[in-house]
């Protein structure tokens, strides 16, 4: 079975400082790892994928991820954050069992950016 | 290129009546998968469906439902709603390969 937990529901960093949201994930099986955000009374965006390649991923807005199997985790970082990243933010774990997909979400992560 | 297409964007209905969400995924998708998103449980996974075939299934009961046509389009039924099934449904297509899930904007269902 597959598990994701986000470690925090909520994260608050000011304009300009660093942006850390945390992931571990539980996988019988070789997963591949997104990140989605969702702003308000929209759907889910792609951020980044995970799926087997290199370990540090990057994606779209300025984010990366970096798989670390010992860990179990896949932390979503970006150097500077923007007002624009107020959002909330989803670790979603993948993988194939017995020719079938299964698709489970993180709680999420409410992220505030302050001026 | 269009992106996934869903509707209606918002639906009021009232207890125990059914309802029919739709979804139009992304030009060459053949994968189609739903999510509720409600504030108490976060976004659970439904069902998905892959060249007209029921893939893999969540745990919800056989009150909802779904099928997919040959042109890839999806609908998903709930019959006999309840006041918890209010919620954002959200439907997101693929190739069918792990490389990521294009999510519509969801309907937003009230069940009154």
């Known amino acids: 079975a597959q598990s994701v937990t986000q470690l925090d529901s909520h994260v608050s960093v000011s304009e300009g400082t660093p942006v850390l949201l945390r992931c571990n994930y539980s996988?019988?099986?070789?997963?591949?790892l997104f990140w989605y955000v969702q702003h308000p009374n929209k759907g889910l965006q792609l951020l980044l994928k995970y799926t087997s390649a290199a370990t540090l991923v990057k994606g779209i807005n300025g984010f990366e991820a970096e798989f670390k199997k010992s860990e179990t985790s896949f932390h979503l970082t970006k150097p500077s954050a923007h007002m624009s990243d107020a959002a909330e933010y989803f670790c979603?774990?993948?993988?194939?069992?017995?020719?079938?997909?299964?698709?489970?979400f993180g709680s999420g992560t409410r992220l505030q950016v302050q001026p | 290129k269009a992106g996934v297409t869903q509707t209606p964007r918002y639906l009021i209905k009232t207890r125990g009546q059914q309802v029919t969400l739709s979804c139009s995924p992304i030009s060459g998708h053949r994968s189609v998968s739903w999510y509720q998103q409600t504030p108490g449980q976060g976004l659970q996974f439904l069902f998905e469906y892959f060249s007209e075939t029921q893939r893999n299934k969540g745990n919800f009961p056989g009150r909802f439902s779904g099928r997919q046509f040959s042109n890839s389009r999806s609908e998903m039924n709930v019959s006999t709603l309840e006041l918890g099934d209010s919620a954002l449904y959200l439907c997101?297509?693929?190739?069918?390969?792990?490389?990521?899930?294009?999510f519509g904007s969801g309907t937003r269902l009230t069940v009154v």
């Open positions: 997101a297509s693929s190739t069918g390969d792990l490389d990521g899930y294009t």
């Open positions: 996988s019988s099986y070789s997963p591949s």
């Open positions: 979603v774990v993948s993988e194939i069992y017995t020719g079938r997909r299964a698709l489970t």
